[in-house]
């Protein structure tokens, strides 16, 4: 049986970490037709020790992507989640992104050491780092001081004034064309500061987006955010920053839960249940692709 998002050739979804995954995964029916581009800005955990030891790209929101992707779980893709306890020097260290290290190692470029990965637990969508070029997150506070690093940008206490990039790096070719050729696009949820803005900081992604005539959906977190300075924010807030980022109003859309308040939005909102059962910061895969559906569908209505 065919489904709304069965109609569109090319879905690309633009996110970091959890939230990226999880809309990855209740999509993975479209298979090669799906696109996820990761930020690669993380600089904390397992990750920001091996940014520091080795350099190289922030590696563990692909590594979550991918995870969530298999659809065969066993005791091989369980290594790849794996997180050494105890008080030896791994302590605390994924085993996926050490995987991802060794294979940009040994690999010419970051993204053929996700292609190695994909192959081997049979992945048909595709993932995509925003850059092959190690880049931090840097921010100025209202005071005028200059914070940087992911990490310390989630501690902030205060929204920041300014939000970039350091270095100034290119998008990955293949993100560019992804969404150049994108007839669906979905931004969120995730950490809004660190996991969907630092896609839209880079100019080469939000010049493409600018031109995209994609149907684009924002998907809205459900809890509360971790940190502080962008635990306030309204919706309004987020797409007035990521469309000033961007150039022009391209959302079409927004997926929120049945709490969040939507006053003084002036574009298609569809309210629905989608929390899971456990956890109601997470969405439910399947009432996720659900909502998605009927805002495909209230969209283009009148086409």
């Given at each position: 049986?065919?489904?709304?998002?069965?109609?569109?050739?090319?879905?690309?979804a633009?996110?970091?970490?959890?939230?990226?995954?999880?809309?990855?995964?209740?999509?993975?029916?479209?298979?090669s037709?799906?696109?996820?581009?990761?930020?690669?800005t993380d600089?904390?955990?397992?990750?920001g020790?091996?940014r520091?030891?080795e350099?190289g790209?922030?590696?563990?929101?692909?590594?979550?992507?991918l995870?969530?992707?298999?659809?065969?779980?066993?005791?091989?893709?369980?290594?790849?989640e794996?997180?050494?306890?105890?008080?030896?020097?791994?302590s605390?260290?994924?085993?996926?992104?050490?995987?991802?290290r060794?294979?940009?190692?040994?690999s010419?470029?970051?993204?053929?050491?996700i292609?190695?990965?994909?192959?081997?637990?049979?992945?048909?969508?595709f993932?995509?780092p925003?850059?092959?070029?190690?880049?931090?997150?840097?921010?100025?506070?209202?005071e005028?001081?200059?914070?940087?690093?992911?990490?310390?940008?989630d501690?902030?206490?205060?929204?920041p004034k300014?939000?970039?990039?350091?270095?100034?790096?290119k998008?990955?070719?293949?993100?560019?064309?992804?969404?150049?050729?994108a007839d669906?696009?979905?931004?969120?949820?995730?950490?809004?500061?660190t996991?969907?803005?630092?896609?839209l900081?880079?100019?080469d992604?939000?010049?493409v987006l600018?031109?995209?005539?994609?149907?684009t959906?924002?998907?809205?977190n459900?809890?509360?955010e971790?940190?502080p300075?962008?635990t306030?924010?309204?919706i309004?807030n987020?797409?007035?920053?990521?469309?000033?980022?961007i150039?022009?109003?391209?959302?079409d859309?927004?997926?929120?839960n049945l709490?969040?308040?939507?006053?003084?939005?002036n574009?298609?909102?569809?309210r629905?249940?989608?929390?899971?059962?456990?956890?109601k910061?997470?969405?439910?895969?399947?009432?996720l692709r659900?909502?998605?559906?009927h805002?495909?569908?209230?969209?283009?209505?009148?086409?």
């Amino acid at each position: 049986m065919k489904t709304k998002l069965d109609k569109f050739n090319n879905v690309v979804a633009l996110g970091g970490g959890n939230g990226l995954g999880r809309v990855m995964s209740s999509l993975s029916i479209l298979g090669s037709n799906l696109t996820g581009i990761v930020a690669t800005t993380d600089n904390g955990g397992s990750t920001g020790r091996i940014r520091r030891a080795e350099g190289g790209i922030a590696w563990g929101d692909t590594r979550n992507c991918l995870y969530q992707l298999i659809s065969k779980h066993n005791l091989i893709s369980s290594m790849f989640e794996y997180r050494f306890t105890g008080k030896s020097e791994l302590s605390g260290h994924n085993l996926g992104n050490l995987i991802l290290r060794a294979l940009e190692h040994l690999s010419i470029r970051p993204l053929e050491a996700i292609d190695i990965i994909r192959k081997a637990f049979k992945i048909k969508a595709f993932v995509i780092p925003m850059s092959e070029q190690p880049v931090d997150l840097i921010a100025t506070d209202i005071e005028g001081n200059l914070i940087y690093g992911e990490s310390a940008i989630d501690e902030m206490k205060k929204p920041p004034k300014v939000i970039a990039l350091y270095p100034d790096v290119k998008a990955t070719n293949e993100a560019l064309e992804a969404i150049s050729k994108a007839d669906l696009i979905l931004i969120g949820p995730g950490s809004f500061y660190t996991s969907l803005m630092p896609i839209l900081l880079m100019k080469d992604i939000t010049t493409v987006l600018c031109c995209s005539s994609a149907i684009t959906i924002f998907i809205n977190n459900l809890g509360k955010e971790i940190s502080p300075a962008a635990t306030n924010l309204t919706i309004a807030n987020k797409l007035e920053m990521m469309e000033n980022h961007i150039g022009k109003q391209i959302i079409d859309a927004i997926i929120v839960n049945l709490s969040t308040d939507v006053n003084n939005i002036n574009r298609l909102i569809i309210r629905k249940k989608l929390e899971t059962k456990k956890i109601k910061s997470l969405h439910n895969r399947q009432l996720l692709r659900i909502a998605l559906e009927h805002t495909i569908r209230c969209t283009t209505a009148n086409e």
